[in-house]
């Protein structure tokens, strides 16, 4: 039998995959499932409470070919590094690594207009993220000042809906939350993925109103809709958006430990 614990963590070393798998017992699971975590690049196998640990591996050897394609067939990681692309707000930045900078630990936007995103195999004029400092620990400082920049977005989008609605947050907290996009605690907390701010603006927003509209309806019946859609009305496209491209946002650097 699984212990008690609420979830196992392995790592999986069969020959052709090399991915995390997490093991997660449920006594409400009536059958053994298994998906895959897109944003953490590994496996989920929910089993019922009593299921053994063999007839758990069993499972997994059954569907071993299955996982694999599905692994293999996930977006490439993109690193944050020097030279590479990623999206702020919705628009491409080329990121430069610049050691001899200003202060170190500096993060700047330089040609914050740009003139364009790509033009068949050459790169345009995109706006560039710099970041000062030794090399090493410019990815950490990058993502840093991604989370400020998410939380100052956030802040001001969250503050503007709940003025609509009359409500206010207990506070706004900043995490790199792999399975949702936002939350809210029972206290009044309203919780986001830093990855947000990668998303165009509207994203953003529709993210903001969704959570502040849950300090009214705490679920997603008719009433929370309509709140959510009387601060935001491009609610429907951002929801597909999110459906089709949110996934990809968890490709861009290295997920918080």
Same mark, same amino acid.
């Given at each position: 039998m699984f212990p008690t614990r609420k979830a196992e963590t392995f790592h999986m070393t069969t020959p052709g995959l090399d991915a995390p798998v997490l093991v997660r017992r449920s006594a409400r699971a009536r059958r053994l499932s298994l998906t895959v975590n897109e944003a953490r690049r590994g496996a989920v196998l929910t089993v019922p409470g009593y299921t053994s640990l063999e007839e758990a591996g069993n499972f997994l050897a059954q569907h071993f070919e299955w996982l694999q394609k599905r692994l293999a067939a996930l977006p490439r990681p993109v690193p944050f590094a020097d030279g590479g692309v990623v999206p702020l707000r919705g628009r491409g930045h080329v990121l430069r690594f610049t050691p001899n900078g200003r202060q170190r630990g500096v993060v700047w936007?330089?040609?914050?207009?740009? +003139?364009?995103?790509?033009?068949?195999?050459?790169?345009?004029?995109?706006?560039?993220?710099?970041?000062?400092?030794?090399?090493? @620990?410019?990815? *950490?400082?990058?993502?840093?000042?991604?989370?400020?920049?998410?939380?100052?977005?956030?802040?001001r989008h969250c503050a503007a809906h709940a003025a609509t609605l009359d409500v206010k947050p207990k506070r706004i907290a900043i995490r790199d939350q792999s399975s949702r996009w936002g939350s809210c605690s029972a206290t009044g907390v309203l919780s986001f993925s830093w990855r947000l701010i990668l998303a165009p603006g509207r994203i953003l927003d529709y993210l903001a109103a969704h959570e502040?509209?849950?300090?009214?309806?705490? &679920? @997603?019946?008719? *009433?929370?809709?309509?709140?959510? *859609?009387?601060?935001?009305?491009?609610?429907?496209? +951002?929801?597909?958006?999110?459906?089709? &491209?949110?996934?990809?946002?968890?490709?861009?650097?290295?997920?918080?430990?």
């Open positions: 936007i330089e040609n914050p207009a740009g +003139a364009g995103e790509r033009a068949g195999a050459e790169e345009t004029a995109l706006p560039v993220i710099c970041v000062a400092g030794a090399h090493e @620990h410019a990815p *950490r400082r990058l993502k840093d000042w991604l989370k400020r920049q998410a939380r100052e977005d956030l802040a502040v509209a849950h300090l009214l309806e705490m &679920n @997603h019946g008719p *009433r929370f809709w309509a709140h959510v *859609r009387k601060t935001c009305a491009t609610m429907d496209e +951002a929801k597909s958006w999110l459906k089709k &491209n949110g996934s990809g946002l968890h490709r861009y650097g290295a997920p918080d430990a």
